[in-house]
């Protein structure tokens, strides 16, 4: 919570930027000058950059609730058939009750490095976004 709200406060809006200017440079601006209306533009560009991080953080969120779920179900299942097979007593099917273990532990390693890929993109996306509003901003 303490973070969202450092966020919010250091967010740059048309006023703040103004105030800057007097106090930086001791010119103070019209509402309709040009400076303000980019600095209302990079407002709007940064509450639908938030809106849409919040989205797709849903979404993530969403997608590995039921992948999680999906996975600990095969994990189960796979348990549980190792298990009976176990009490049957043959070796030939531990064996084989492990080797089915096995395919879903391949198929949930792919999964996790789907996770990371996904990671990855969005915090390299998230770098450009920064370093691009840091270039913007010092032009």
Known sequence: ?????????????????????????????????????????????????????KKHQVAIEKFMVSSSKHYADKVQQSTDDLLNRAIQGTIRNNIEAMADFKESMRDFTKTNRLYAAISLCTCVITICLFLSWILTRGQ
């Open 1 to 53: 919570m303490e973070d969202q709200a450092k966020q919010k406060s250091a967010k740059l809006t048309a006023e703040k930027v103004r105030h800057l200017l007097i106090e930086k440079h001791g010119q103070p601006l019209c509402e309709d000058d040009p400076i303000l209306m980019v600095a209302t533009m990079f407002e709007m560009f940064q509450d639908e950059y938030d809106f849409t991080l």
